[in-house]
Structures are given as C-alpha cells and as structure tokens.
Nanobody
Framework: QVQLVESGGGTVQPGGSLRLSCAAS????????MAWYRQAPGRERELLAA????????DYADSVTGRFTISRDNAKNTVYLQRNKLKPDDTAVYYC??????????????WGQGTQVTVSS
C-alpha cells in the first residue's frame, strides 16, 4: 500500500542543479517525517536530510549542511531535495524514506526504489 517513487535523477554536469522528487501514496503524508538518503558506489547509505511533522523542522547531515535543501508539499504528497553546484562526489543512488506513524510513539520506515544521480562532464 505504501509507495514512494523517486524521480528527477539523471546525468548532470558539474556545477549544475538538481531537484529530486519523491511522490508518496498509501499513507497520511502530512503525518509522516520524510528523509533523503544516498548511497555512493562502494560506500554505505548516508542520511542527507530529514523534514518532520507537524513542526516541519528540517535537519541536515553535517557533511551536507548548506549544500542541500529539503522541502515538502503536503498538498501534493511530495518531498523534494534541491542541490545546486553539483559535484562529481554527489554521484550516488538517492533514496526517499518515510517514517509512517503506527502509534503515538512508534513509526515504520518505508523506502523508495531510488533514483540514480550521476555528476559528470
């Protein structure tokens, strides 16, 4: 029932911009915290950014603060990840994550299939 579909990936030249989208369905999007992760070749999956509800607080990994922007549009059930000035090191598979509430204190994680981002000339 829960589905997360990432889009917006592809090959981008260094210095370019990218906006990834994650379309969510099958749960109450506005009640769920959302996050973006990435996994580069030969590396472990890395948390990039998260955005919570209902406060809408955003949190960024120390390594990417100031480089990525996470946002959400609850009317469209979509979370976004914006990145300007892309670098080759940004090459990775980017994953959308949803923490879907199952009780007042607990949630269950769901993952999208990922979208490939390649930064190359």
């Amino acid at each position: 029932q829960v589905q997360l579909v990432e889009s917006g990936g592809g090959t981008v030249q260094p210095g370019g911009s990218l906006r990834l989208s994650c379309a969510a369905s099958g749960f109450t999007f506005s009640s769920s915290a959302m996050a973006w992760y990435r996994q580069a070749p030969g590396r472990e999956r890395e948390l990039l950014a998260a955005i919570t509800n209902p406060s809408g607080r955003t949190d960024y990994a120390d390594s990417v603060t100031g480089r990525f922007t996470i946002s959400r549009d609850n009317a469209k059930n979509t979370v976004y990840l914006q990145r300007n000035k892309l670098k080759p090191d940004d090459t990775a598979v980017y994953y959308c994550n949803a923490a879907v509430p199952i009780s007042w204190a607990d949630s269950e994680d769901y993952w999208g299939q990922g979208t490939q981002v390649t930064v190359s000339s």
